[in-house]
């Protein structure tokens, strides 16, 4: 962990709602001991929103549209109307639907975050470093981005810092780029709107006037600036 003052903590973190329970497996009701009530086998999206929430709140954890509609007996589609109604018909409670391509989760919302951690008392989460941030920003503002493409922008080999990112579940492989050698492209995550309190990515705030993140060549040249020495002082710090 540097000493140096540059080290950020991320307040005003979305925490979950209730402690978590043991991860539910296997398919949904596989006895067919609870059947879908009549009433909701063709339900609108603000009928289905009630029981989405209830699924979401049980579990405790992100679903993804599919493993909803499994529970619900409904499509994926139908799962992302219902989703798109309750996270509506949330605003202005204490929790939000967050989305982040088709997972979904029920949080509590930033504001009253400190609530909930006031009666949990979680461990706090380490702190991210300024490298890391620069570099998480980059990827948020820029998806899907290459590794290259990311230290074009920064200048210095951020290897060390997409992997300590990646171990914190806070980027990970979005896919692959078509072009020569197929390399990854890094995308944020859910876990990554849990820790700056949005519902969806297209809800982060636009850059501060004057300050600006390029955008990232498609094949970028090979990183220059910091050489050996730069390199590692990134590596030290990419830890933290």
């Excluded at 798109?84 to 504001?111: N, W």
């Excluded at 094949?219 to 990134?234: K, V």
Aim: glycine share 10%; with cysteine; aromatic share 2%.
């Amino acid at each position: 962990m540097p000493e140096n003052g540059d080290d950020i903590d991320l307040v005003g973190r979305a925490v979950p709602v209730t402690a978590p329970p043991p991860a539910a497996t296997g398919p949904a009701d596989p006895t067919g001991e609870f059947p879908i009530p009549e009433a909701l086998r063709d339900a609108t999206p603000e009928d289905l929103a009630p029981a989405l929430e209830a699924l979401c709140f049980a579990l405790n954890r992100a679903l993804t549209l599919s493993e909803a509609g499994a529970v619900l007996g409904r499509t994926p589609a139908h799962v992302a109307a219902a989703a798109e109604v309750l996270g509506a018909q949330l605003r202005g409670s204490g929790m939000m639907l967050q989305r982040h391509h088709d997972e979904i989760q029920l949080v509590t919302r930033p504001e009253v975050a400190w609530a909930v951690q006031r009666a949990l008392n979680p461990d706090k989460p380490g702190r991210l470093s300024r490298p890391a941030l620069e570099t998480l920003a980059i990827v948020a503002y820029r998806q899907p981005a290459t590794r290259a493409g990311i230290e074009a922008i920064r200048g210095v080999n951020c290897e060390a810092v997409l992997e300590n990112l990646e171990r914190r579940g806070l980027v990970i492989e979005a896919g692959r780029a078509d072009t020569p050698g197929h390399p990854r492209l890094f995308g944020t995550t859910l876990r990554f709107l849990q820790m700056v309190g949005l519902e969806h990515i297209e809800d982060l705030p636009p850059m501060p006037e004057g300050l600006i993140i390029p955008a990232i060549d498609p094949e970028p040249a090979t990183t220059q600036g910091l050489g050996e020495e730069g390199c590692a002082e990134e590596r030290e710090t990419a830890g933290t």
